[in-house]
């Protein structure tokens, strides 16, 4: 079978192909300068640097390659404001589309809802265009003392009780926080898993947390966890829980994104920095460590970016738009797949109970789950230097339920075959790393619990 089709998915258009064909078409029609740039809190800005047609007889497809870019950056980076010097009319129909009224309105309507302010477009010429004003931090990795570290997915919640960086009980407990419109559940479930972990413990000196969706500052931003929730019962009952959670605790208490702990995760496990941590969980988590071990403090929100160009990709639920990442490395992708690949599901099946379903017919040889794992992996194999666009990484950290049992070998193996036939350079420069099966399950409530500092002597 062909490397560059995938079994159950054959019309994947890897965007890094139109990207690619997009810049020697500008080269050739003599480039001229394309910059873009997304504005975060406090006046932070990442700049991305291109270039753009100066002639250009191809006006449709260059505005929907830079748009995908655009879309990119928005949701790896996170903010408010889109800076565009280019193409009039590429910038104009950006902010037409980046609107309330366009087809960009659930970007636009979330990050305004994220960073607290209205959202916009701003279009610049090159002496108005902003610099670049990036921060960094230290992440983690702190193992003294008796702590408690969770992991908040869509399916499961994970705990672990850590003695001086060992852990000594990890448990996953099943939850449907999506489903729950009342956000006291969500507190007691956190709270009695807190209360388990912490039965092992002869006291408890920190905890550190790591949840699915945008947290700044231990606020919760926005997160399918609490999908069902009222907005205005989600400003004052949910945006605060774990500010509230910390002061029942009495003790330092951190809490952040799933994927950024997915990346701290490989810099504990690996000794390694330069780190894109992918976790295929309900959705696709991502984080980034950068050459220094620092964190960008970037959204890295992958499951919203796109990766696929092919104009009848699946729908994402949530956002509305098509060929994103959460539809290709997450449960979701295992579900979609299944149907191509031949396997029908009860329709009362949930999402993690389908991905059970097709690990058990990978472990008793069916033929029709390996091609969905190999699907996912090709797929991975062609995204990985399209990641490379906008992130310089030299290890990939792959975690999650999905990545569980062969399957989630094959989906490695796979994509570095791709890397290795299609793309040698990136193939050097990128190693895919797979860790043991249980620190794929429970890894990074292990590594969150690492991420509070405790100051002073312990008692």
Do not use: C
């Not at 992130?391 to 049992?405: E, H, P, Q, T």
Request: net charge negative; aromatic share 10%; no cysteine.
């Amino acid at each position: 079978m062909s490397l560059s089709r995938p079994p159950t998915d054959p019309g994947f258009e890897p965007m890094l192909f139109a990207w690619l064909r997009y810049l020697d078409r500008a080269r050739a029609s003599g480039e001229a300068p394309l910059r873009m740039a997304i504005e975060r809190e406090e006046g932070l800005v990442s700049v991305f640097e291109t270039v753009a047609p100066d002639e250009d007889a191809e006006p449709e497809t260059t505005y929907r390659v830079v748009e995908r870019v655009v879309k990119f950056l928005l949701w790896s980076r996170g903010g408010w404001r889109i800076h565009f010097q280019g193409p009039a009319a590429v910038g104009r129909r950006l902010r037409a589309d980046y609107s309330e009224s366009g087809p960009r309105a659930f970007d636009a309507r979330t990050m305004s809802r994220v960073y607290e302010k209205p959202f916009e477009v701003a279009l610049h010429s090159p002496a108005t265009f902003p610099g670049a004003r990036e921060a960094v931090r230290f992440p983690g990795g702190h193992l003294d003392g008796f702590r408690i570290g969770f992991d908040l997915g869509a399916s499961d919640y994970k705990v672990a009780a850590v003695i001086d960086g060992k852990a000594v009980y990890t448990e996953e407990i099943p939850w449907t926080p999506g489903e729950q419109a009342d956000p006291g559940y969500h507190y007691r479930h956190i709270q009695a898993g807190l209360k388990k972990a912490a039965a092992h413990l002869p006291r408890v000196d920190a905890i550190g947390g790591s949840s699915a969706g945008v947290i700044i500052r231990n606020q919760i931003r926005i997160a399918s966890l609490f999908r069902s929730v009222p907005e205005d019962v989600f400003e004052t009952r949910v945006k605060d829980i774990f500010l509230r959670l910390a002061t029942e605790w009495g003790v330092p208490f951190e809490v952040i994104n799933d994927g950024e702990v997915t990346a701290l995760a490989g810099k504990l496990s690996l000794g390694v920095t330069g780190v894109l941590g992918v976790a295929m969980g309900s959705s696709e988590a991502s984080g980034f460590l950068d050459t220094d071990g620092h964190l960008r403090g970037w959204l890295d929100e992958l499951a919203f970016v796109p990766v696929d160009l092919n104009p009848e990709a699946a729908v994402d639920e949530w956002s509305g738009d098509r060929g994103v990442g959460a539809n290709y490395f997450s449960q979701q992708a295992v579900n979609k797949l299944a149907r191509t690949a031949g396997i029908a599901f009860p329709d009362a099946l949930t999402l993690p109970e389908r991905l059970k379903e097709v690990q058990s017919l990978m472990d008793r040889g069916d033929g029709r789950a390996a091609a969905i794992f190999e699907t996912i992996g090709i797929t991975l194999g062609f995204t990985v230097p399209w990641y490379e666009v906008f992130y310089k990484f030299s290890n990939l950290l792959v975690l999650g339920r999905v990545m569980s049992g062969p399957g989630g070998k094959i989906i490695v193996d796979k994509a570095a075959a791709v890397l290795k036939a299609e793309f040698p350079a990136t193939a050097a420069r990128v190693r895919i790393h797979l860790l043991d099966e249980k620190s794929r399950r429970v890894g990074q409530a292990v590594a969150a619990a690492s991420l509070p500092e405790i100051k002073g002597k312990h008692p």
